[in-house]
């Protein structure tokens, strides 16, 4: 077949720049292949390289005593005790999903999964972050519901429990949702399976499903803005079957125990390039594949769709060769194909063979190390405006504001789509803060949470990036839940304007003092750069998933408000309500400051509500909607009143950060109320519970009234 001429606009059309091009005419001192140029399109676009982001991923804190592996293999490594570990991260599949909603989706789960079992874990749990434009917007309905039937549709019939999550809404998300997904698994921390390829002449072998035309060129189009060609990008989405991806899981689990694998990788974006080219460049090694072996489920097929197909459910594996013969019947018996496509080899030379032709002759380590670096111009975010004058309001109207919004009306619609039970060992589902996860066989359990609140991003990045840290930080604490570490998932608009750098470089910044204060280092994550339709960015948002550690089923805060309840309020309370909730939700306001982030204080109280959790019946952090809402979800949960003593606004609404809302008896209350004053921390009464009410000081309403306003808004948005 002959290969099409390259052009400037061929390319172009590539994501590569003129000055990229001639750094690979410098590099191999001729010009490539098509088959090449794909596969330098698919090393060095920004979702391989990172081209834009590395400079800057390097300042984050990726260390710890409970850090078993950080960044740099599929998925981060942490330490649980006896002799156990969780591995998890975060990743986007936020372009896929804005052309084909359920597949993108799907697939994002599926591609999530494959990088923790590939480390040898078996998943106990998964979450997802979702952005999407105002619901008016024509495009919106269909996203939600497609973005949200794909997450179940995968996650449901794979079998693991969806624990946790987020769902926002706001313009700037109207041509670019974002679809973040989560997930951890349990393995034994001394059998955790890595990339790097070792030896000489070992069979280099192709694990799983068949390669079909699905998602070539899919790391490129994740690493371009989008137009009005949108439509014409649909082929670059993956197809994912979640019954194969079972399969594939059970078989790779029950192959990393004969001892036959060397060295694994989960085929992601880039396929077989991106898989084949880092294992051999972790080992130091040259890679020669056949293409002819791979299995295909398409008719002739090129050297280019099978380098760069992005098709599901596939590994690539380098195998110990006396321990073929088991390894292939393992694949059988789960009817899955195993095929030997190649080998490693000395030389550093990643060569690839089709029909007894070169496609492709390329020096392995310089491919995968000579991406370009790039230390983008970038601007600091101006400082805010001070806030103006912000209205009283009715507290009742308020709250009713709040829970109208589908941004934090009740997300029963959408969790309730998905299995939270399979496996049987969740202890809390989603709707309640930190989802919770018990380590089958043991008294520990595990606690997941995902946070960010763009706007406060947009307004002020550094203050923005610690807070996404703090409040992961002070959901996995309301549930007694000791934080271990973090991944992230940096979404950001064009890195290439330098206002826009200028927030990722920011927020990086607010990220890396957070998790250093905090004891949290990020071990794994995920950078997504280019959400822009025509030149319109989304809201800066880096998603912060974080993982803790419940050691032992006393320490765990997980109760209800009950009649005759205190009402205790951890922390101070200033009334801050520059970029609330309730000045953008009641007033069309984003106006201010971010609130600011005291990481010492954070530190303090999470120290203090778990040295204490046994004076504590129920807890909830305060963030969005500040005591008013954290109030109200407590008590709509419990299906009991509540009076808080406060009616002002600012009391009510501001989103002051470090602050708990806790519900306990008098004589826990006593008890806190001392033990707070010994350590130095504000722990103030704030309210009672009790009746059917919500009470605001003399403001009240029903609860009951109130409660269906919460569980029907969001449907009513989007259904």
Not at 570 to 577: I, K, P, R, V
Request: with cysteine; proline share 6%; glycine share 12%.
């Amino acid at each position: 077949m002959n290969e099409p001429q390259l052009t400037d606009e061929l390319i172009a059309a590539h994501g590569l720049k003129p000055d990229e091009y001639q750094r690979i005419l410098d590099i191999i001192g001729r010009a490539p292949t098509f088959t090449e140029l794909g596969i330098f399109s698919a090393m060095w676009n920004e979702h391989c390289s990172y081209k834009s982001s590395k400079k800057w991923l390097r300042t984050l804190p990726t260390e710890g005593p409970q850090v078993i592996c950080g960044p740099g293999e599929n998925a981060g490594v942490v330490d649980i005790g006896d002799g156990q570990a969780v591995v998890f991260k975060m990743e986007s599949h936020n372009h896929p999903s804005y052309i084909e909603p359920y597949q993108g989706a799907a697939t994002g789960v599926g591609g999530i999964l494959r990088d923790v079992f590939t480390m040898g874990a078996r998943p106990i749990a998964a979450m997802n972050s979702l952005s999407f434009g105002e619901p008016s917007h024509p495009k919106t309905r269909q996203l939600v519901n497609g973005v949200v039937a794909g997450v179940g549709g995968y996650g449901n019939c794979f079998g693991v429990p969806m624990v946790g999550g987020e769902v926002r809404f706001d313009p700037a998300y109207n041509g670019n949702c974002l679809v973040n997904a989560f997930a951890a698994g349990l393995a034994d921390a001394d059998k955790i399976f890595y990339s790097a390829a070792s030896g000489v002449g070992m069979p280099v072998v192709y694990l799983g499903a068949k390669t079909g035309r699905d998602g070539v060129g899919g790391a490129t189009m994740a690493s371009a803005e989008f137009d009005d060609t949108i439509e014409e990008k649909r082929p670059t989405v993956q197809v994912g079957d979640p019954f194969t991806e079972k399969r594939l899981m059970e078989a790779t689990l029950e192959l990393m125990a004969t001892g036959a694998v060397i060295s694994i990788q989960d085929m992601g974006a880039a396929g077989l390039t991106c898989s084949a080219v880092e294992m051999g460049d972790k080992g130091g090694l040259g890679v020669r594949l056949n293409l002819n072996a791979v299995p295909q489920r398409e008719d002739n097929m090129t050297a280019y769709e099978m380098m760069l197909s992005e098709s599901q459910e596939r590994m690539l594996m380098v195998l110990r060769p006396e321990k073929e013969a088991a390894a292939r019947a393992v694949f059988e018996k789960w009817d899955l194909d195993f095929a030997i496509v190649g080998e490693t080899i000395a030389e550093d030379r990643f060569i690839v063979l089709h029909h007894n032709e070169i496609k492709a002759d390329l020096p392995l380590a310089t491919l995968s190390g000579s991406a370009p670096e790039y230390d983008r111009p970038w601007v600091p975010t101006p400082a805010p405006e001070p806030l103006g004058d912000v209205p009283g309001v009715h507290p009742i109207d308020g709250l009713r504001a709040l829970i109208s919004s589908p941004n934090y009306a009740g997300k029963q619609w959408v969790y309730e789509q998905y299995d939270q039970q399979v496996m049987g060992d969740t202890v809390r589902c989603p709707g309640l803060g930190a989802g919770i996860v018990r380590v089958h066989g043991t008294d520990k359990s595990l606690a997941f949470t995902s946070d960010v609140t763009p706007r406060y991003v947009k307004a002020n990045p550094v203050a923005g990036g610690k807070q996404a840290v703090a409040e992961a930080y002070r959901n996995l604490t309301a549930v007694g839940a000791t934080p271990l570490a973090t991944t992230d998932n940096m979404n950001f608009g064009n890195p290439e304007k330098p206002e826009i750098m200028g927030q990722f470089v920011g927020a990086i910044q607010g990220i890396s003092e957070a998790v250093r204060v905090l004891d949290m280092p990020i071990v794994s994550g995920n950078v997504s750069l280019y959400n822009e339709t025509d030149g319109t960015g989304i809201l800066p948002t880096p998603t912060i998933g974080a993982v803790g550690i419940i050691r032992h089923p006393d320490h765990m805060i997980a109760g209800q408000l009950r009649d005759g309840h205190v009402l205790l309020l951890l922390g101070e309370t200033q009334g801050h309500l520059g970029q609330s909730a309730l000045l953008a939700e009641v007033f069309g306001r984003t106006e201010g400051d971010a609130p600011p982030v005291d990481l010492v204080a954070e530190k303090a109280h999470g120290d203090f509500i778990r040295e204490n959790h046994s004076l504590i019946t129920a807890c909830t952090d305060l963030s969005d909607g500040g005591l008013a809402l954290a109030a109200f979800e407590m008590a709509e949960t419990a299906g009991v009143g509540i009076t808080i003593d406060a009616e002002d606004t600012a009391t009510l609404f501001g989103e002051d950060q470090a602050r708990y809302l806790i519900g306990c008896n008098f004589d826990q209350a006593e008890a806190l109320m001392i033990a707070a004053n010994r350590a130095g921390v504000s722990v103030t009464t704030v309210g009672k519970v009790g009746g059917s009410s919500v009470s605001f000081g003399h403001f009240h309403a029903p609860l009951d009234e109130l409660a269906q306003i919460y569980r029907s808004a969001f449907a009513a948005a989007v259904a």
